[in-house]
Antibody, heavy 119, light 104 residues
Framework: EVQLVESGGDLVQPGGSLRLSCAGS????????MHWVRQATGKGLEWVSS???????FYSDSVKGRFSISRENAKNSVYLQMNGLTAGDTAVYYC??????????????WGRGTLVTVS | SYELTQPPSVSVSPGQTATITCSGD??????VSWYQHKPGQSPLLLIY???NRPSGIPERFSGSSSGNTATLTISGVQSMDEADYYC???????FGGGTKLTVL
């Protein structure tokens, strides 16, 4: 079965750090642009960060300077390093795959999400 | 920053047609995607590049876009369609605020 599996979510104190992982199962991630999208309880989907197949990175204004996205092709994984966490970062974080290139990104495969709680 | 505006809620009776709009400046110049999101589940891609349906998505889900507005149409709404629906476009990535579809 083709799937994305997120891990690393946890309860962390304000100002703390966390690293989320997204592993591909049944598919190779290195040829795709990969993304992180989050949803706070009772709120809508919010784009967080993206990394192109070639390594180009993008960040939303709300996380720029605090979060860092990376990929490790040998481990078929994408990561999100989150520093300086605040209560506003509390959310379920989803990993998503975009089959098309910029600027035509859309997300055809999503993980089940991992919960980050900052408190 | 670029914004996409959706109605917070839409209500329809079973078998009727639901229309969910997504508005943004010159949105017709960009591709729009639509997602269905049910509680406790991952978002599901319904429409990409304005009107294309991924395999496995029923034909009753359709999309269109013109001018400043994109539209998701759900024909013959079923109770299982009750969910939150999000539009998404490029700016770099932006989602609409979501629309809660209630099937009466």
């Amino acid at each position: 079965e083709v799937q994305l599996v997120e891990s690393g979510g946890d309860l962390v104190q304000p100002g703390g750090s966390l690293r989320l992982s997204c592993a591909g199962s049944g598919l190779t991630l290195r040829t795709y642009d990969m993304h992180w999208v989050r949803q706070a309880t009772g709120k809508g989907l919010e784009w967080v960060s993206s990394i192109g197949a070639g390594g180009l990175t993008f960040y939303s204004d709300s996380v720029k300077g605090r979060f860092s996205i990376s990929r490790e092709n040998a481990k078929n994984s994408v990561y999100l390093q989150m520093n300086g966490l605040t209560a506003g970062d509390t959310a379920v974080y989803y990993c998503a795959r975009a089959p098309g290139g910029r600027p035509n990104w859309y997300f055809d495969l999503w993980g089940r999400g991992t919960l980050v709680t900052v408190s | 920053s670029y914004e996409l505006t959706q109605p917070p809620s839409v209500s329809v009776s079973p078998g009727q047609t639901a229309t969910i709009t997504c508005s943004g400046d010159k949105l017709g110049d960009k591709y729009v995607s639509w997602y269905q999101h049910k509680p406790g589940q991952s978002p599901l891609l319904l429409i990409y590049q304005d009107y294309n349906r991924p395999s496995g998505i029923p034909e009753r889900f359709s999309g269109s876009s013109s001018g400043n507005t994109a539209t998701l149409t759900i024909s013959g709404v079923q109770s299982m369609d009750e969910a939150d629906y999000y539009c998404q476009s490029w700016a770099i990535v932006v989602f609409g605020g979501g629309t809660k579809l209630t099937v009466l």
